[in-house]
């Protein structure tokens, strides 16, 4: 088997607070991404999905810090590698797309020129080359008349074609990595399931490995091959989609998957998960999620289960499904 | 009383985006939010109003509480004209007809306690002093959030929590109807669930009429009884809700339906979807 393209390795986050503590918001998380591999982190805000993938890009802003592991990346420790490597890996090797695509884009300068600045600063070539390629990228995520578009600005796009134009500055230089953070979260469900979609092609097409970062399981499940489940600051479960949805170990994965609604079967009352999240600095001993899961007993409470491997699913529970 | 609590008839609405040049010529330049829509809601009617941004679903919720004044048609609260009712600004009519927002961080003052929050809204309704803070506890219970969030900044609470205040504030003036106008989208899935029981158990216990606005399908399958399909400010397909969702007509309902996230399953009919979205996603995008 060949060497995982993406490999993160006990990694912490954590966050000094007023009194100089230091309170952790991700505990630990290992899992890895192969070559072109698709792969869903899944769990409610506050689970550190999204803090984890910032601390492997090395975006992490003041107060948060990564407080330990690595992160291999091309045999090399992302972690603790210069800033200036760093910044050659990040855009050109692994690129990040994220939720609100009208914040992500600079509204003073022209879509083009946002493509373009990424292609110059990884790649030696003219302007004009830079435009070509820009314009070929914009037309390869599905916009029409790319040439034209370059000189838009973003007000001038729709939401769905500025998170478009997003992932084409993301693919521009064509990553090996693509991190999508809830990138459909502020878009209509049509255009939702259109960009679903257009990141399946570009990983088919190009090859491109994607971690999808979502809250909704059912949406995960359309275009990844395996999910990780993350729930305070903890991979709780991780597996292939299939057996994920099929036959979920944890108790938060099945009541993560079975509080959406189908448009099929009957209708009732929703299953829901009582309670919230755990709050920072107020992890439970055990279990992160003994406080809300139907099934605990006294041990869940006391004793963090341990991540135990059953065929090529992992889950972490002392009362498993 | 056996009329439509709730009546819209005929209303349009139209927003001018022309400028001087454009008027001086001539040109229509009017983008129409709303066009010609009617309908009418049956009391104890739980309706679901679903259609992507754009389609007048907001619109339609603003012009039916009266925040926004339709350019012409009218609205009918228990066969009155609204726009008579609103010569008395803080009538009574206020009170029957409540709205709870989507975003609840901007939905609340933030420098004021959940507490006070509801019992400025007893005093509206002209609860006397003495009753408000029992009465305030009551509508918090009734929205399942325990008393210890009382003294709470909207700030130190979750979206959830937040979202239920915002809920509670509504209800606190003991409406006849209550329009929700995406209550949801922005909560994580399991807070979905519990927000849209909530809503189911209000609806049979209080007995209120409400209007869920929402693009999401599975949701206004789960709670409502009659459905409501807009597309560029028009209704297109209306009926009972599970008969529509179960046969649509309509290509555009169709696309809907066939957007909804439906996990491994859902990789095939994305293939199919995306042959029907093309053109109209077309128009859309290039109109945005």
Request: proline share 6%.
């Amino acid at each position: 088997m060949s060497a995982p393209l993406l490999s993160i390795e006990g990694l912490r986050v954590g966050f000094r607070n007023a009194s100089g503590g230091l309170v952790e918001a991700v505990r630990g998380i290992d899992f890895s991404v192969e070559p072109g591999e698709a792969v869903g982190v899944v769990g409610e805000s506050g689970s550190g999905k999204s803090l984890s993938m910032l601390a492997v890009m090395r975006l992490l802003g003041s107060p948060a810090r990564t407080t330990g592991g690595r992160v291999m990346f091309d045999g090399r420790d992302l972690l603790s590698i210069d800033e200036a490597r760093m910044r050659a890996i990040r855009g050109r090797d692994i690129a990040m797309v994220f939720q609100d695509p009208q914040s992500s884009l600079n509204p003073a300068l022209t879509i083009g020129r946002q493509i373009t600045d990424v292609v110059r600063a990884h790649r030696r070539v003219s302007g004009t080359e830079a435009r070509r390629i820009a314009a070929e990228t914009l037309e390869r995520v599905g916009i029409r008349d790319a040439g034209k578009r370059l000189d838009a600005y973003p007000h001038e796009f729709s939401g769905g074609m500025r998170q478009r134009a997003l992932i084409a500055m993301a693919i521009a230089c064509r990553p090996r990595l693509l991190i999508a953070d809830e990138p459909t979260t502020a878009l209509d469900v049509t255009v939702q399931a259109q960009i679903v979609d257009l990141i399946a092609e570009l990983r088919r097409d190009l090859g491109i490995a994607v971690i999808f970062i979502s809250h909704n399981l059912q949406l995960v499940a359309e275009i990844v091959d395996r999910v990780v489940v993350m729930y305070g600051g903890k991979v709780v479960e991780d597996g292939p989609v299939e057996a994920i949805e099929r036959e979920p170990r944890h108790p938060y994965t099945g009541l993560l998957q079975a509080c959406v609604p189908s448009l099929t079967g009957p209708v009732g009352p929703l299953v829901t998960i009582e309670g919230s999240p755990p709050r920072l600095g107020r992890m439970p001993q055990g279990c992160p999620f003994s406080p809300r899961c139907p099934r605990a007993e006294s041990r869940c409470e006391t004793q963090m289960p341990p991540l135990v491997v059953d065929f090529d699913q992992r889950f972490a529970c002392w009362r498993p499904l | 009383m056996t009329g439509p609590i709730l009546s819209l008839r005929g209303i349009t609405k139209s927003y001018g985006q022309g400028n001087a040049l454009d008027r001086l010529l001539g040109r229509d330049t009017r983008f129409v939010a709303l066009d010609g829509v009617s309908l009418e809601i049956a009391r104890g009617d739980v309706v679901g109003i679903v259609g992507e941004s754009g389609s007048g679903k907001s619109t339609l919720a603003s012009i039916a509480v009266g925040l926004t004044k339709p350019t012409s048609g009218e609205v009918l609260l228990d066969g009155e004209p609204l726009s008579a009712l609103m010569r008395d600004h803080g009538g009574p009519w206020r009170r029957r007809i409540q709205m709870a927002f989507q975003d609840s961080s901007s939905a609340l003052n933030p420098r004021k306690s959940v507490s006070r929050c509801l019992t400025e809204t007893l005093a509206l309704r002209g609860v006397p002093k003495a009753e408000r803070e029992a009465e305030a506890l009551a509508m918090l219970t009734l929205v399942g959030l325990g008393a210890e969030l009382a003294p709470r900044l909207p700030h130190e609470l979750s979206g959830g929590q937040r979202q239920r205040v915002g809920l509670a504030r509504a209800l606190a003036m003991k409406p006849d109807i209550l329009i929700a106008d995406e209550p949801v989208s922005s909560l994580d899935v399991s807070l979905q669930a519990q927000v849209i029981n909530l809503l189911s158990r209000l609806t049979r216990e209080l007995g209120l009429t409400l209007l869920f606005i929402s693009h999401d399908l599975a949701l206004v399958r789960t709670l409502c009884s009659r459905i409501i399909v807009m597309r560029k400010g028009a209704i297109v397909e209306q009926g009972p809700c599970l008969d529509v969702l179960d046969h649509p007509t309509h290509t555009y309902t169709q696309l809907l339906i066939a957007a909804v996230p439906k996990g491994i399953k859902g990789r095939r009919q994305h293939a199919a979807a995306a042959q029907i979205a093309s053109p109209i996603s077309t128009a859309r995008e290039s109109a945005g």
